[in-house]
């Protein structure tokens, strides 16, 4: 049966990777502009150089033959030239998407580590004050808007207080080599003697970002905690071990815990998949170098191959985070695989 669902999980992948580049190839076509031009990046072509793209890219045959065309060519890593830098767009999602990836996982590690917690006092304290300041507080970041979280945290602590930098990954005074793209990691590998004073500065310029990319997250899993505390709480199975004299604590720890976090495992991974759309603002609002802040430096720029590149990597990330996110949790969980079971 777990082979069962995981073949129809992947089922559904393949599926929706499919109806993705699909769509990523007909931008080609709904973009303005030569649909050629739109696919190899090259806007300015002689007619030696036009006839041996349109062979290359199959343009005198039909939509289909072109389609696959382009799925072989994104297999191979030939996504095209980027038209403002001249430089191959699979290059650009390479170098870029580390990033991205590292603020979007240093903020999810910041949001189970506070929100998970917090849920579950929110839910031992249920209708007393603390639980009433959790769920107004985590009320009140839920509807703040992230730009301006992001503004009001600049304004505060880089303009007014000077704690933390405004932009950027680190200071211009470390020559850090890319090594990884992370760069917490790739200052770990570098050989230099002043690796502790580029860690701290790293973690100052990462302070901010995280902090607002983090604050959505963190609040939705503050209130799904809670409320699956709650439901598990009222289960007849703990209302019995109450009977018998076991402790808030007890009943907590040993009883509702390692049922009430399996929904939670869920909406983890899923928050990660949000993350990475979010990421897009933060990383304009602190000039962050990923792949969402290029992206929409593309669409500024109408820089047509970009875009398609940028919006098929950070999709195709998003389906696969989604898809993997509830195989964990249908794995943890057997009683969810059951209901699933039918299901695509």
């Known amino acids: 049966m777990i082979l069962d669902y995981i073949l129809r999980r992947l089922g559904l992948l393949f599926f929706m990777v499919l ?3 699909i769509f990523t190839f007909s931008l080609s076509y709904l973009f303005p502009g030569d649909p050629l031009s739109n696919l190899s990046g090259i806007p300015d072509t002689n007619f030696t150089q036009n006839a041996q793209l349109e062979e290359k890219y199959l343009f005198n045959s039909n939509y289909f033959m072109q389609y ?19 430089s191959s767009v699979f290059a650009h999602v390479v170098d870029l998407i580390p990033a991205t990836l590292e603020l979007s996982i240093y903020a999810l ?10 849920g579950i006092l929110a839910s031992a304290y249920h209708k007393q004050w603390p639980d009433k300041f959790i769920s107004s507080t985590a009320m009140i970041g839920y509807s703040m808007p992230i730009f301006w979280l992001a503004l009001l945290l600049i304004m505060v602590f880089s303009l007014k207080l000077g ?15 890319a090594s990884t793209g992370f760069i917490l990691l790739d200052i770990l590998l570098a050989d230099f003697p002043y690796n502790g004073l580029a860690m701290l500065d790293a973690l100052h310029h990462l302070t901010l970002p995280t902090i607002v990319l983090a604050m959505y997250p963190t609040t939705v899993l503050v209130r799904f905690t809670r409320e699956s505390m709650l439901k598990v709480m009222d289960q007849n199975f703990i209302k019995t071990a109450r009977a018998k004299g076991l402790t808030r604590g007890q009943l907590i720890i040993h009883h509702a815990l390692r049922n009430a976090l399996l929904p939670v495992i869920k909406q983890i991974g899923l928050q990660f998949s949000t993350l990475i759309t979010l990421a897009m603002i933060t990383e304009v609002i602190f000039s962050w ?3 969402g802040r290029w992206l929409i430096d593309s669409i500024y720029q109408r820089d047509y191959p970009a875009i398609q590149g940028g919006l098929m990597a950070v999709s195709l990330f998003i389906i696969i985070a989604t898809i993997m996110a509830e195989l964990t949790y249908t794995l943890l969980d057997p009683l969810s695989r059951n209901q699933a079971h039918g299901k695509v």
């Open 68 to 86: 696959i065309a382009f799925v072989g060519r994104i297999l191979q890593g030939d996504w095209g030239m980027s038209f403002a830098s001249g």
């Open 163 to 177: 704690w933390f930098p405004m932009s950027g990954r680190v200071s211009l005074l470390y020559e850090i080599p």
């Open 289 to 291: 170098p990923g792949i």
């Open 109 to 118: 590690v910041i949001s189970v580590v506070v929100g998970v917690p917090v």
């Open 19 to 21: 109806l993705l580049s």
